[in-house]
């Protein structure tokens, strides 16, 4: 009987070569385990150590087999689990662990970090080159628009130097965007206190720089230095460098949106109001680019191209930047700077 031994249970029994079941309860005796019918008859017994009983997979049926073919199946994986546990038995098969660790979310995890990988590698910068070349004017001039707005009501205001002396330096500013492919029309000055920002100078997308006071200040005098400041900024305006930062920032943000879900608005604000914010923040390689173009426009406009070295020279004197960065945001070191462009000066030369 049934109350005679403990139950372990409840399922089906089917007799050998049969499909027919019968409804029993698996049970536990002093002499053994049977499947036993709801009248209480021993339908099937064997030793535990005889006795075939499947490994756990999820929720799929256990299956017990008898040493004489008939077969107990039951849905109480948690009942068989405690059972072997108890008898000391591992309760759980090599897949079923394997499930419950769940490797296919990590397998899942690895391939789309490898994807997100490969796609920041090899298939943004692509894409970042294409969007510049299809890129209409009408987006950076939103863009640069937008982001002066943003500045002027958080951190730039209106400038203190006098008008005659913005006139002074406007026009050895239009004398250098003369001698670009764009030409004169292609560029705005504009001035403004730089406050928390200091001696700076920034190109926005459309064309439009930004010099501040500071920097005005910085160069005591000396028109060739911020004219090569200016020069450099002009640089990247040409090779699209704050465009190219704003497109990469904003691709990152869809990478991130489809391998962590939405990020609300992030992609709309960058493209919005990021671009002059992102030109702040160059590569090592744009700021080069943009130091080697400043040496060309400098001696295209018949001053000394050794101008804005003399800006780097003066940070280092002045206002001791004598480390591995500079003070302008995340530009190359000021005195590794300064040698790059002394030598690309030279190499000009007799051309």
Known sequence: MVSDGQTIAGGEWYPPGSSGRVIATLVSYPDGISAVSAEGTRLSSGAFAGLSISARVGDIPRRINFADGSLFETADNAAIDAFLKNAGR?????????????????????LVILLAIGIYRYALPLLVEIAVLVTPPVVPQMMSSGTLNTLDTTVLSVSDVPQARQTEITERFMRIAGATKEGAA????????????????????????????QLIELADGDDEMISGVLAHEIGHVEYKHSLRQLYRAAGMAALVM????????????????????????????????????????????????????????????????????????????????????????????GR
């Open 90 to 110: 591992r309760h759980a098969g090599w897949v079923h662990l394997l499930e419950e660790f769940h490797p296919r979310i990590f397998v899942f995890a690895a």
């Open 186 to 213: 292609g560029y705005v000055l504009n001035f403004r206190d730089g406050g928390a920002i200091g001696p700076n100078a920034f190109a926005l997308p459309d064309g439009n720089i930004v010099i501040t006071d």
């Open 258 to 349: 489809l391998t962590a879900g939405d990020v609300g608005s992030g992609v709309e604000d960058i493209m919005t109001q990021g671009g002059g914010l992102l030109a702040l923040s160059y590569s090592r390689s744009a700021e080069s680019q943009a130091d080697r173009r400043s040496v060309e426009l400098m001696r295209a406009s018949g001053m000394d191209p050794l101008a804005i070295a003399r800006f780097f020279e003066e940070l280092e004197d002045r206002l001791g930047d004598h480390s591995g960065t500079s003070m302008l945001s995340t530009h190359p070191g000021t005195p590794e700077r300064r040698q790059a462009i002394i030598d690309y000066a030279k190499s000009l030369e």
